[in-house]
T-cell receptor, first 112, second 113 residues
Framework: NAGVTQTPKFRVLKTGQSMTLLCAQD?????MYWYRQDPGMGLRLIHYSVGEGTTAKGEVPDGYNVSRLKKQNFLLGLESAAPSQTSVYFC???????????FGQGTRLTVV | GENVEQHPSTLSVQEGDSAVIKCTYS??????FPWYKQELGKGPQLIIDIRSNVGEKKDQRIAVTLNKTAKHFSLHITETQPEDSAVYFC????????????FGTGTKLQVIP
């Protein structure tokens, strides 16, 4: 079972460049999330989606945009990367509000 | 908003000993408390969870206890093994689900053979 798959696993960007992180889940989950993980901090929610065609802001949404055109995919975009966006990004999905969330393997992004 | 404090930040134990990680939360509306294990280079994986209507839950060598009055919950790992070495995260979630989740800052557990 693939579960939650993130693409790419590693990326180095120059300040000002743009990129899109792709998250795909094969569990038919309604809810999908993007988090960032920084040293010494817990995971923080960037954006989330409660179903196909919906998106909403999380705790730290500035500098990011998302889209959920298909139920199985949740895309995270950086329009103009900044060094402060250097982080490890995790996508997750869950079938219901208060049930287990399944995480992808992460994308390590460095902005220089 | 919710605030989750997790202690200790690092923990070293001898193989076979027990490990305990503690988390406190501030929002009494939190009612779901999962624990995640994150191995190096991988995403977090749920290892056990507990809901606010239960005081304790056990799954083989892993157990979680919840004290709603004191607003704290703990992860207990008995008979630790080298493969238990990882970073463990607690989380507190209200009825709004994972879009309202607050994660702890993590505990790096090292099991020494």
């Amino acid at each position: 079972n693939a579960g939650v798959t993130q693409t790419p696993k590693f990326r180095v960007l120059k300040t000002g460049q743009s990129m899109t992180l792709l998250c795909a889940q094969d569990m038919n989950h309604e809810y999908m999330y993007w988090y960032r993980q920084d040293p010494g901090m817990g995971l923080r929610l960037i954006h989330y989606s409660v179903g196909e065609g919906t998106t909403a802001k999380g705790e730290v949404p500035d500098g990011y945009n998302v889209s959920r055109l298909k139920k199985q995919n949740f895309l995270l975009g950086l329009e103009s990367a900044a060094p402060s966006q250097t982080s490890v990004y995790f996508c997750a999905s869950s079938g219901d509000l208060n049930t287990e969330a399944f995480f992808g393997q992460g994308t390590r992004l460095t902005v220089v | 908003g919710e605030n989750v404090e997790q202690h200790p930040s690092t923990l070293s134990v001898q193989e076979g000993d027990s490990a305990v990680i503690k988390c406190t939360y501030s929002d009494s509306a939190s009612n779901y408390f999962p624990w995640y294990k994150q191995e190096l280079g991988k995403g977090p994986q749920l290892i056990i969870d507990i809901r606010s209507n239960v005081g304790e839950k056990k799954d083989q060598r892993i157990a979680v206890t919840l004290n709603k009055t004191a607003k704290h919950f703990s992860l207990h790992i008995t008979e630790t093994q080298p493969e238990d070495s990882a970073v463990y995260f607690c989380a507190a979630i209200p009825s709004g689900g994972y879009q309202k989740v607050t994660f702890g800052t993590g505990t790096k557990l090292q099991v020494i053979p």
